[in-house]
């Protein structure tokens, strides 16, 4: 369910080459292989397919593959799309192939289904410390560190922090108006 009781569109949307769509059984080996791939596994909870299955049948989840000229180069998942008052966290998102704006992409059509398809107030990320990449985009794109959730993962026998980062409507909102007025794709 959606804010005000509403169930959860399915996401369907497009932006340039990518696109999000529901994740299918079938999809499984492939949500996998991106989450155990070397570049994923460390910064992405090993999850296993039964456990991807549920998600993307549960209430309260969205499960999506995102495909980039109709091939799936990704994966995201969504939690709390029932939460009343307005919270949605992303709670992965993991790309098989990196680079060429495609985790910016990808991210862009995430907050468009957040706020102008669900109508949530906040999205929000946990973010591994040592994920840097990942930290730039997330702040490039108008997120803001709200703080860090100190030695809370284990990797390895090793704790280690997240930082919790999130967008407002409000926020995502003046950034689009200020995109489009210095004609700027956002």
């Known amino acids: 369910m959606a804010p005000g009781g509403e169930s959860v569109p399915p996401p369907r949307l497009r932006r340039g080459r990518l696109a999000l769509r ?84 990808a991210l862009i059509l995430i907050m468009r289904y957040c706020f102008e398809v669900l109508g949530f107030h906040r999205l929000w990320l946990y973010v591994a410390e040592h994920n840097k990449r990942a930290l730039r985009l997330y702040l490039g794109l108008g997120f803001v560190m709200e703080g860090t959730a100190r030695e809370c993962a284990v990797e390895g026998g090793q704790r280690y922090s997240m930082h919790v980062l999130s967008l407002l409507e409000g926020e995502y909102r003046l950034r689009l108006a200020t995109a489009r007025h210095r004609r700027v794709q956002l």
């Open 22 to 105: 529901p994740t299918q059984p079938e999809d499984c080996a492939f949500v996998l292989a991106v989450e155990r791939d070397p570049d994923n596994a460390r910064y992405v909870g090993q999850w296993t397919a039964a456990r991807h299955r549920a998600c993307m049948d549960g209430a309260g989840w969205v499960h999506a593959v995102i495909e980039e000229a109709g091939e799936p180069v990704g994966y995201v998942v969504l939690q709390d799309a029932d939460d009343p008052d307005g919270n949605l966290l992303l709670r992965r998102i993991a790309l098989a192939r990196k680079g060429g704006g495609r985790g910016r992409a």
